[in-house]
């Protein structure tokens, strides 16, 4: 074939090509736009990224390095730790001890783990559902205590051990080759994994806390129910579809799996579960020191958006623990490409953009994705404002749009903004500036409200108590702080231990 006709086919081809495809070549330019927007913001060495359709893979790229003193760069074999994300591993594991008749979700959780100090009435779908703590069942609080004895029920159940169940039951049936339990380094060694390397802010090897600069970090080793599997992304949707497709687990099993354990909560059994913008979203984080990672799906779409990185600022600064992926920046960079179509809008927002956000928010859709999107950048730049404090004030007038633009934050105001709200003034106390009171409505009433149908919730108290210290209320900061301490059936966590040495430090004297 000469050179004139290949060409002269290529433009053929070219000018044949359906819309579809150019939209989908669009969507994947402004994603990748956006994921070097967010690499570059977030001072990310490496990620992996996938997005995959049904069977087929439609993004896949491997950005930055995995080790960057030998200069080795993110590859689709390159095993990160994905810490957390091991509880979608265990959860799947557990429900095929139901689906085999070997396990009744229903039994007290203290019949398998043997810890005495916990009631009858804590039963193992609390513990899988986060929801063990305070009256079991009513309240989703993250525990990874209690969801770590889990092994305690799968070895009695099974018969077998944590290690045997996941290699028997998941890895080795899927064929996952880049997936494993991670114990030690000489296990790297001896099994010749290859894994990015873990670092900190930026991944310089000075620096520290409260600089530009950072740290290189270290690998979490050792496993449990709670974390501990390393793998890939290209692996992670191999177990995706694995579920797509019920071989692992029933359509019930992956049912109970996949919607929230009661209305209202963002957890179901040993997975996140939301609704944004008329789409259900199914999702899992991982978040060591030194590593983070995503799993996405949107079963209506048949897509999955799954993404690691060598640091953990992937996962941190969107406060995930709280049960909303749409705080996270990545997740916000997918949900408009690939399913809501809002490609062309802004994901991060300047000081010049600001001025123009009226003018972008004719349609309710959009209006509605623009909301999220404040808050969420919000967000982030009151976590980057610890490193650069130019981004303290770009989080306050965000968020001053944000209520401009949106004064109903009594409706959808929540904890992660309680807790953005409340980080910017312990920022500007902690860098001894003057007192910044502009937000101070809103965080009480955003936290009254949050405590009024929850009052044992420790997160809300922890904020609330340190909201008034600062204001020097002491007597309203030991009100708060009291709540935590004597709150009935919860696992001791850093914010007991923070309110007790408090209390004991502000005692009032005879």
């Given at each position: 074939?000469?050179r004139?006709?290949?060409?002269?086919m290529a433009v053929?081809f070219?000018l044949g090509c359906?819309?579809?495809?150019?939209?989908?070549?669009?969507k994947d330019?402004?994603f990748s736009?956006?994921l070097?927007?967010?690499?570059?913001?977030?001072?990310?060495?490496?990620l992996?990224?996938l997005?995959?359709q049904?069977?087929?893979i439609?993004?896949?790229?491997y950005?930055?390095?995995?080790?960057?003193g030998?200069?080795?760069?993110?590859d689709s074999?390159t095993t990160?730790?994905?810490?957390?994300?091991?509880k979608t591993f265990?959860?799947i594991?557990l429900?095929?001890l139901?689906?085999?008749g070997?396990?009744?979700?229903?039994?007290?959780l203290r019949?398998?783990?043997g810890?005495l100090?916990i009631g009858?009435s804590?039963k193992?779908?609390h513990?899988?559902s986060h929801?063990?703590?305070?009256i079991?069942g009513q309240?989703?609080?993250?525990?990874n205590?209690?969801f770590?004895l889990?092994?305690d029920?799968m070895?009695k159940?099974?018969g077998?051990?944590f290690?045997t169940?996941?290699y028997?039951?998941i890895?080795n049936?899927?064929?996952?080759?880049n997936?494993y339990?991670?114990?030690?380094?000489?296990?790297?060694v001896k099994?010749?994994?290859?894994v990015?390397?873990p670092?900190?802010?930026?991944?310089?090897?000075?620096?520290?806390?409260m600089?530009?600069?950072s740290?290189?970090?270290?690998?979490?080793?050792?496993?449990?129910?709670a974390?501990?599997?390393s793998s890939?992304?290209?692996d992670?949707f191999?177990?995706s579809r694995?579920?797509?497709?019920?071989?692992?687990?029933?359509?019930?099993?992956k049912?109970?799996?996949?919607?929230?354990?009661?209305?209202?909560?963002?957890?179901?059994?040993?997975?996140?579960?939301?609704?944004?913008?008329?789409e259900?979203l199914v999702?899992g984080?991982?978040?060591y020191?030194c590593?983070s990672?995503l799993f996405?799906?949107v079963?209506?779409?048949d897509l999955?958006?799954?993404i690691?990185?060598?640091n953990?600022?992937?996962?941190?600064?969107?406060?995930?623990?709280?049960g909303d992926v749409?705080?996270?920046?990545?997740?916000l960079?997918f949900l408009?490409n690939f399913?809501l179509d809002l490609?062309e809008?802004?994901?991060?927002e300047?000081r010049?953009?600001?001025?123009?956000?009226?003018n972008?928010?004719?349609?309710k859709?959009?209006?509605e994705?623009i909301?999220k999107k404040?808050?969420a950048?919000?967000l982030?730049?009151?976590?980057?404002?610890?490193y650069d404090?130019?981004e303290?004030e770009?989080s306050?007038?965000?968020?001053n749009q944000?209520f401009?633009?949106?004064p109903?934050?009594r409706?959808y105001?929540?904890?992660v903004?309680l807790?953005?709200?409340?980080m910017?003034k312990?920022m500007?106390?902690?860098?001894?500036k003057?007192?910044?009171?502009?937000f101070d409505?809103?965080?009480?009433?955003?936290?009254?409200?949050?405590?009024e149908?929850d009052?044992n919730?420790p997160y809300?108290n922890f904020?609330?108590?340190?909201?008034?210290?600062?204001?020097?209320?002491l007597?309203?900061s030991?009100?708060y702080?009291k709540n935590?301490?004597?709150?009935?059936n919860?696992?001791p966590?850093?914010?007991?231990r923070?309110?007790e040495q408090?209390i004991?430090e502000?005692?009032?004297k005879?």
């Amino acid at each position: 074939m000469s050179r004139f006709f290949s060409t002269l086919m290529a433009v053929f081809f070219v000018l044949g090509c359906s819309d579809s495809r150019k939209a989908d070549t669009i969507k994947d330019t402004h994603f990748s736009e956006e994921l070097s927007e967010l690499k570059e913001y977030f001072q990310i060495p490496g990620l992996s990224v996938l997005v995959g359709q049904g069977d087929e893979i439609i993004y896949e790229d491997y950005r930055g390095m995995a080790d960057i003193g030998q200069q080795l760069p993110m590859d689709s074999s390159t095993t990160l730790p994905m810490a957390s994300l091991t509880k979608t591993f265990s959860a799947i594991m557990l429900l095929q001890l139901v689906d085999e008749g070997k396990l009744s979700l229903n039994e007290p959780l203290r019949n398998y783990s043997g810890n005495l100090t916990i009631g009858d009435s804590i039963k193992v779908k609390h513990a899988l559902s986060h929801t063990s703590q305070g009256i079991p069942g009513q309240h989703f609080y993250y525990n990874n205590s209690r969801f770590m004895l889990l092994g305690d029920v799968m070895e009695k159940a099974s018969g077998e051990d944590f290690e045997t169940n996941m290699y028997g039951r998941i890895i080795n049936p899927l064929q996952l080759k880049n997936t494993y339990l991670l114990q030690d380094s000489l296990q790297l060694v001896k099994e010749k994994r290859k894994v990015a390397q873990p670092y900190f802010l930026g991944g310089e090897p000075q620096g520290g806390y409260m600089t530009k600069e950072s740290n290189p970090g270290f690998i979490d080793y050792g496993y449990s129910t709670a974390a501990g599997i390393s793998s890939t992304v290209r692996d992670l949707f191999k177990l995706s579809r694995a579920l797509d497709k019920n071989t692992l687990i029933s359509e019930a099993s992956k049912n109970s799996m996949f919607r929230p354990f009661h209305s209202g909560l963002p957890y179901g059994l040993g997975a996140f579960t939301q609704e944004f913008m008329g789409e259900k979203l199914v999702w899992g984080y991982g978040q060591y020191d030194c590593y983070s990672s995503l799993f996405l799906k949107v079963p209506k779409r048949d897509l999955t958006f799954i993404i690691a990185a060598n640091n953990n600022l992937m996962s941190d600064p969107a406060r995930l623990i709280a049960g909303d992926v749409t705080y996270s920046l990545f997740a916000l960079s997918f949900l408009k490409n690939f399913v809501l179509d809002l490609e062309e809008a802004h994901l991060f927002e300047d000081r010049t953009t600001l001025k123009s956000l009226k003018n972008r928010m004719a349609e309710k859709r959009r209006r509605e994705f623009i909301r999220k999107k404040l808050m969420a950048q919000s967000l982030a730049a009151t976590f980057m404002s610890r490193y650069d404090e130019q981004e303290s004030e770009l989080s306050k007038q965000i968020l001053n749009q944000l209520f401009i633009h949106f004064p109903d934050y009594r409706d959808y105001g929540d904890l992660v903004l309680l807790r953005n709200l409340y980080m910017l003034k312990f920022m500007d106390h902690m860098r001894d500036k003057d007192e910044f009171t502009d937000f101070d409505n809103q965080i009480e009433e955003a936290g009254e409200l949050l405590l009024e149908a929850d009052k044992n919730n420790p997160y809300a108290n922890f904020y609330m108590a340190n909201f008034f210290q600062i204001q020097g209320a002491l007597d309203k900061s030991r009100e708060y702080y009291k709540n935590i301490v004597e709150a009935k059936n919860f696992s001791p966590w850093w914010y007991t231990r923070e309110a007790e040495q408090w209390i004991e430090e502000h005692a009032p004297k005879d």
